[in-house]
C-alpha cells in the first residue's frame, strides 16, 4: 500500500515541480521578491512612504510608489533589466509622498541594469549608477 500511494504521489510531485524549474523560478531573486525602496536618485525614502517594487516571473512589474499603485511589464536579460508600458493610478497625496512616487517612476524610466548585493537590489541607469536602491521586504 505505501508504494501505491507513492507511485501515486510522484507525478503529482513532479508535475508541480518540474514547470517551476523550467521556468528558473527562483533562479534570480529580482524575481518575487517584495523590494522596499531605501534610496531614489541620492535622496533616501521618505519616512512613513513606503514604495515598492515587486517584478513577477511572468514579465510584469508592479507596486506602490508611496501614493499610487503602479504596473507594467518588465524585461531581464542577465542583469540588463528595462521596464515598459507603465501605468499608475492617479490619486493625490502629500507633497512628499507625490515627490518620491514621481522620483521613483523616472528611476524605472532610466533604468538598464540591476545589481543585488544580499538583500540590497540597486536599479543602475546606463552608465552603472544607481538610480533607486530597495530593501527586501521581511
Known sequence: MKFT???LLLP???ATTIPALADGAGADPLVGT????T???GTPAVEGVKSTLIVAGDGTVNGNGGCNGYG???K???D???FSQMRSTMMACAEKAMSQEHALHGALEATRSYRIEGQTLSLLDSSGAPVATFEAAQ
Open 5 to 7: 500511494t507513492a507511485s
Open 12 to 14: 503529482l510531485v513532479l
Open 34 to 37: 517584495n523590494w522596499q525602496l
Open 39 to 41: 534610496n531614489v536618485g
Open 72 to 74: 507594467g511589464s518588465v
Open 76 to 78: 531581464i536579460d542577465g
Open 80 to 82: 540588463t533589466v528595462s
